[in-house]
């Protein structure tokens, strides 16, 4: 027998948030909910206690409606005021408001008698802790008197004992995760606690006192000129061609990447060059070439992509706020990009969804060095951004799930790629000069 809805009203959610929150209602099972307007009418009214000018609204509702049910969410405590009213505080666990929702939908349907008198957050506590401390205080299994030693092969001294297999796999893994030179690219700095503001500061730097800030400058230059740029930059000169998306240098990458340590006291030059310098500069490379023995062009993408990792060195742009989500806009090329560790895995782990770099390097379980590194590299492409949008906080990131099922042939095709995102690289750093 199907059973009728229950009908939801909100008090101080945005239009934006009530869409996250409609798609939320209908993955829910096997329970269905119907959005109403009207907080009068409906069964269960939802309030966001952080918005502005709704605690009146929130005082007349529970005044005149005592009978109603009522689901507050905030980022502050909020204490109920009758067994009628549920509190859940943000970013929203989906697990947490599912739960809640069914025995809501249990109380409305008659199933369960609600008990007068709602417990308080610090008598939920107390509970789960003698709960945990009788579980914690049961006899522990009893140990054999002496322990049992592993038998050992003493007719073939070439058996490998089957406790040191996973050491070797372990670290062969470590080696196909380790880029050669990766300092360049994401610095040495360990992680730092979120909540210390003196180890916060420590992972941003000023991308316009760097060498980053003038290509940027040169990129657009070319970008809206539709012409090439020359860029001088004490005493070296780069060409910005954004009608073929290239970038042609007279030094290579070991030059370049000493550039991106030092401050840019001295004002660059910047000159827009007519359409027949086209011609003229093909020559010039050449003449650049044969001196050289080297070719000094990349294409602008992987030019400015390794500007920015040889300026940030595994930080952030000073400026971003660590505690909004980030998102990715769209999939960089990684192929044609300088390889960075887990760049695939954090690629898709935030394209999926936004997150904070905090959250993204937690749940990853890898050095925050790598998240920052590519945060600022897709933004200074372009690519990646925080999230300026209420909704993106609003329920807090889902785990990744683990596929359980796999098969060995998924699981060697799943290595076998990981294989090749390590050891292809653009040849960025060894084409150039050392």
Not at 6 to 14: A, H, P, Q, R
Not at 128 to 152: D, F
Not at 183 to 206: C, M, T
Not at 408 to 421: C, P, R
């Amino acid at each position: 027998m199907k059973t009728e809805p229950i009908t939801i009203s909100f008090l101080g959610v945005d239009e934006r948030s009530k869409s996250a929150y409609q798609l939320f209602f209908e993955n829910i099972t096997p329970v269905q909910y119907e959005l109403i307007d009207d907080c009068q009418q409906a069964q269960l009214c939802l309030i966001d206690k952080d918005s502005y000018n709704v605690q009146q609204q929130y005082d007349e509702l529970t005044k005149n409606y005592p009978e109603k049910y009522i689901l507050v969410l905030s980022i502050i405590e909020h204490s109920c005021t009758h067994d009628r009213e549920f509190f859940l505080q943000k970013p929203i666990k989906r697990e947490a408001l599912q739960e809640l929702l069914n025995k809501i939908s249990e109380y409305l349907s008659g199933k369960i008698i609600k008990k007068s008198g709602v417990p308080s957050r610090s008598q939920i506590k107390n509970t789960v802790m003698k709960i945990s401390e009788k579980y914690r205080k049961q006899p522990a299994v009893e140990k054999p008197a002496e322990p049992v030693k592993p038998v050992v092969q003493k007719t073939d001294s070439t058996v490998v004992p089957i406790k040191k297999a996973p050491k070797v796999a372990t670290a062969n893994a470590g080696k196909l995760l380790k880029v050669e030179n990766e300092e360049y690219f994401v610095g040495e700095r360990s992680d730092i606690d979120p909540n210390n503001p003196q180890q916060l500061q420590d992972i941003f730097y000023s991308p316009e006192k760097l060498l980053q800030s003038i290509m940027e400058q040169a990129r657009e230059e070319s970008q809206q000129s539709g012409q090439i740029v020359q860029l001088n930059v004490m005493d070296h000169v780069f060409y910005f061609d954004a009608k073929n998306q290239k970038v042609h240098s007279t030094v290579g990458s070991s030059v370049i990447r000493h550039l991106c340590v030092v401050h840019q006291d001295e004002a660059p030059t910047f000159s827009v060059k007519p359409e027949p310098f086209r011609n003229d500069l093909e020559f010039i490379l050449q003449a650049s070439e044969k001196k050289s023995r080297r070719k000094h062009s990349w294409s602008m993408d992987a030019f400015l992509w390794v500007i920015t990792l040889w300026c940030s060195r595994g930080r952030v742009p000073a400026g971003t706020d660590m505690t909004r989500p980030v998102y990715l806009m769209q999939w960089p090329n990684l192929t044609r990009l300088e390889q960075i560790p887990h760049a695939t895995r954090i690629a898709a782990l935030i394209y999926d969804q936004p997150r904070t770099l905090f959250d993204t390097a937690k749940q990853l379980g890898i050095k925050q060095r790598y998240v920052f590194a590519f945060f600022s590299a897709c933004k200074s492409m372009g690519l990646s951004d925080v999230s300026v949008r209420d909704v993106d906080r609003l329920f807090e990131p889902e785990k990744p799930k683990k596929n359980k099922n796999k098969s060995i042939l998924s699981k060697l095709l799943g290595k076998l790629t990981h294989f090749s995102e390590n050891v292809v690289t653009t040849k960025l750093v060894s084409n150039a000069d050392k």
